[in-house]
């Protein structure tokens, strides 16, 4: 889960006020419509559509309050000549060859912004809820350049260089779970797809299973633009960001549809490992999962689609996005699919 980082709030005071004024104002016509229109007539619950103002101003008016590592972190850095992550929790290489499963995460922020360390809690809320069934987790949170310093296709070869490092000390590929939420799941996908294609070459087998989370597969937002969702989420200025993402994030000689940032405009997603897409029907990237797990099914594709309603985008990474019930039954999902896919992968190589 995002936590937040009052360092942040203290040195940012105009902007903290703004978002005070603004959600104090916006959360009153929240508070009149739990009073006075039916639970059936709303997208959103009382605490989700609370929530929502509160975070889509954050969201949008001083990000780093929330997706920002904690500065008295103690997580484990690791890099190379070409990568950076961090392993939570930290272990020695002897420890990660011992973990039941290693799971290479992509922090979302539409590749421009976040941190590696953003969702450290949630990292630490999974390997504890692993613990307690007698598996151990071990999270290898990427921290690959920002479109902003850097264009693509540097974020799928920080994934890439990362995820050979874990080879590289021990770790079968059959432990290994790729994972990310909303556009750091794109950069997952796109990192699966470039193995499939290029793995003669550059001898890289495909992971165990993949876990995404409200991905972003399409940024060219053919069917996201102007969605009605947008009510229902805390992207509260998506659309007016969409052609600066794509624009930032892709090279100048490839056209704004190219399917290399793209995962959903790939011409074939088969060869793909299993994986697991969790999202909710009401967030404005709905669709982007629904067409990618309909095209994975007619592709033969193992895809566990799980679609929960009036929840918000990237809310399967925890509270304050969801409700702490919601975040228990999510942790469940998540944790419950990396155990078992990666029990499924070593029984069948």
């Not at 920002?146 to 080879?167: C, E, G, I």
């Not at 200025?237 to 940032?261: C, K, Q, Y």
Request: proline fraction near 6%; hydrophobic fraction near 40%; charge should be neutral.
């Amino acid at each position: 889960m995002p936590s937040i980082h009052w360092n942040q709030v203290h040195s940012n005071p105009l902007a903290s006020l703004k978002i005070l004024c603004l959600a104090t104002l916006q959360s009153i016509p929240v508070l009149l419509q739990g009073l006075f229109v039916p639970c059936r007539l709303r997208p959103l619950g009382f605490r989700n559509a609370l929530a929502r103002v509160w975070l889509g101003n954050i969201f949008s008016i001083q990000g780093t309050i929330l997706y920002s590592p904690a500065q008295d972190h103690c997580e484990q850095k690791i890099e190379g000549s070409d990568f950076e992550a961090y392993i939570i929790p930290s272990t020695n290489t002897a420890e990660l060859q011992e973990a039941d499963a290693i799971v290479i995460f992509a922090h979302g922020g539409g590749m421009i912004f976040g941190h590696p360390l953003q969702y450290t809690k949630t990292y630490r809320r999974w390997t504890a809820y692993a613990q307690k069934l007698g598996k151990r987790l071990v999270f290898v949170s990427v921290r690959y350049p920002l479109s902003a310093t850097r264009k693509w296709p540097a974020q799928r070869d920080s994934m890439l260089a990362t995820y050979l490092w874990v080879l590289q000390n021990g770790v079968s590929p059959n432990r290994v779970v790729f994972a990310g939420d909303s556009a750091g799941g794109n950069l997952a996908t796109l990192t699966m797809l470039n193995l499939r294609d290029t793995s003669s070459s550059v001898n890289l087998p495909r992971p165990a299973s993949a876990v995404l989370l409200s991905p972003w597969f399409d940024m060219t937002c053919a069917q996201t633009l102007s969605s009605k969702n947008v009510r229902n989420d805390m992207l509260f200025h998506f659309d007016a960001t969409v052609s600066f993402l794509n624009d930032t994030l892709r090279p100048n000689n490839l056209p704004f549809d190219t399917p290399e940032i793209s995962s959903l405009l790939a011409d074939s997603v088969a060869g793909l490992p299993p994986h697991l897409v969790v999202y909710s029907s009401t967030e404005i990237l709905a669709s982007d999962s629904k067409r990618w797990c309909d095209r994975c099914r007619a592709a033969n594709i193992e895809v566990t689609e799980v679609a929960l309603e009036g929840e918000m985008h990237t809310f399967a990474v925890g509270w304050p996005i969801c409700s702490s019930p919601v975040q228990v039954k999510c942790d469940k999902l998540i944790c419950d699919y990396i155990i078992d896919h990666y029990t499924i992968s070593l029984f069948q190589n």
